[in-house]
């Protein structure tokens, strides 16, 4: 089945040290966006990716950054994570062209001690 | 920007009844509203979606209503289940050729009871 795939679904890491999430696709979507969503909140945009194009939302901390190789990856690098950064990350897809249903993958949980 | 406002925000429902969740937007420009339902630990799976072409939409016990007058949009589950237990979220967006901002609501908790 076509799906969004993230991984890994739970990662623990400390105080400062980087982290990576990654978000794979087999949709050949040409959007990707990723999400943070905290306890019992909707979804913030943090960045998407149309193609090549990277978009930063006004508001994502410089601390959050994006790379995207190809059409079927794209990583999250969050460079110093703080308590704060705690939260679900949600990887989602869409066609693009004005085609516009955003499909999600089922998320990592990040946890910072 | 756009501003969607969703209630109520829990919801308990006996099995069989219905459910309704309500959602208004600010912007007249958004023409796509999708609802999204989210069980714990899991991300959010798209249900069903209504574009401003229309003003309702079925998929079996599952519909949405739309008013583009008044800006607001609903969700309607019937014959309610156990497993429709989860976090609802509604969205809008204008949708544009170089990606499709959501703007969500703050969710919904549903709660169905045997």
């Known amino acids: 089945d076509a799906m969004v795939i993230q991984n890994p679904r739970y990662q623990v890491t400390q105080f400062g040290k980087p982290v990576t999430l990654s978000c794979s696709q087999t949709?050949?979507?040409?959007?990707m966006y990723w999400y943070q969503q905290k306890s019992s909140q909707a979804p913030k945009l943090l960045f998407h990716?149309?193609?090549?194009?990277?978009?930063n939302e006004a508001d994502t901390p410089d601390n959050f950054q994006s790379r995207r190789p190809n059409t079927s990856f794209c990583f999250l690098d969050i460079r110093s994570p703080g308590l704060g950064d705690a939260a679900m990350y949600l990887c989602?897809?869409?066609?693009?062209?004005?085609?516009?249903?955003?499909?999600f993958g089922p998320g990592t949980r990040l946890t910072v001690l | 920007g756009e501003n969607v406002e969703q209630h109520p925000s829990t919801l308990s429902v006996q099995e069989g009844d219905s459910a309704v969740i309500k959602c208004t937007y600010s912007?007249?420009?958004?023409?796509?509203f999708p609802w999204y339902k989210q069980e714990l630990g899991k991300g959010p799976q798209l249900i069903i979606d209504?574009?401003?072409?229309?003003g309702e939409k079925k998929d079996q016990r599952i519909a949405v209503t739309l008013n583009k007058t008044a800006k607001h949009f609903s969700l309607h589950i019937t014959e309610t289940q156990p497993e429709d237990s989860a976090v609802y979220f509604c969205?809008?967006?204008?949708?544009?050729?170089?990606?499709?901002?959501?703007?969500f609501g703050g969710g919904t908790r549903l709660m169905v009871k045997p």
């Open positions: 949709l050949n979507h040409n959007v």
């Open positions: 209504i574009r401003s072409n229309v």
């Open positions: 990716y149309y193609d090549k194009d990277f978009n």
């Open positions: 912007d007249s420009a958004s023409n796509y």
């Open positions: 969205a809008a967006s204008k949708g544009n050729n170089a990606g499709n901002m959501l703007t």
């Open positions: 989602a897809t869409s066609p693009g062209g004005g085609r516009d249903t955003q499909y």
